[in-house]
């Protein structure tokens, strides 16, 4: 049962235009996010987190949203670059005594020049 | 630095026989994470350790798995005997802090096919 769950496995957009990539959560518990970004071939690395008393982290052209009521969260980039195009995935960590990582699915944006 | 060290970067073997997959983590993490990436399920956590003892393993299918990190900068993960659902992407990460709220520092996988 995935606890974290990315629902579009693929996203296309234009250079230059908005990206948005969306992730919800099932567990209320779940109280810090993060990003990361994953190019082929190469192991995933971090791109920018959100703790739970916030809702908006900022850095460069990523955002990240959180709506807590609604257990989501998105990642915006703006203005995409095709260098951007990678599978990117969101990971929660579920605190308590045997702190970890949980991740979606991931998704594959792909910018086109 | 050089950052997670995994290897090898590529096995192929089949069914039946034991695999083993090996990684040096970056030196002073104290954390170590071996996750499992498939199309299905994303990247599944299948064990980690702190300071060389591991915290949770409730994440490894079965017993055909098992890890050991008999030192700081070494750790293995064995598959024994292997199956063709076990092809899939491993990746070894470190961490310098079980609170985790710093991020953890992937290898750059083991990519097993088991024919």
């Known amino acids: 049962d995935q606890q974290v769950k990315q629902n579009s496995p693929s996203l296309s957009v234009q250079e230059g235009r908005i990206s948005i990539l969306n992730c919800d959560y099932t567990?209320?518990?779940?109280?810090?996010f993060l990003w990361y970004k994953k190019y082929p071939a190469e192991g995933p690395t971090f791109l920018i987190s959100?703790?739970?008393?916030?809702d908006k982290n900022e850095d460069g052209r990523f955002t990240v949203f959180l709506n807590k009521s609604a257990k989501h969260l998105s990642l915006h980039i703006v203005p995409s670059q095709p260098g951007d195009s990678a599978v990117y995935f969101c990971?929660?960590?579920?605190?308590?005594?045997?702190?970890?990582?949980?991740f979606g699915t991931g998704t594959l944006l792909a910018v086109q020049p | 630095d050089a950052g997670v060290i995994q290897s090898p970067r590529h096995e192929v073997t089949e069914m039946g026989q034991e695999v083993t997959l090996r990684c040096k983590p970056i030196?002073?993490?104290?954390?170590l994470f071996w996750y499992r990436q498939t199309m299905m399920r994303g990247l599944e956590l299948l064990i980690y350790?702190?300071?060389?003892?591991?915290?949770?393993d409730s994440g490894m299918p079965e017993d055909r798995f098992s890890a050991k990190m008999p030192n700081a900068s070494f750790s293995t993960l064995k598959i024994q005997p292997s199956e063709p659902r076990d092809s899939a992407v491993y990746f070894c990460?470190?961490?310098?802090?079980?609170?985790?709220?710093?991020?953890?520092?992937f290898g750059p996988g083991t990519r097993l096919t088991v024919l």
């Open positions: 350790f702190n300071n060389n003892v591991p915290i949770d």
């Open positions: 990971a929660a960590l579920t605190g308590g005594a045997t702190n970890k990582l949980i």
């Open positions: 030196s002073g993490h104290n954390s």
């Open positions: 959100i703790s739970s008393i916030k």
């Open positions: 990460a470190s961490s310098p802090d079980r609170a985790l709220t710093d991020t953890q520092y």
């Open positions: 567990n209320s518990m779940f109280d810090y």
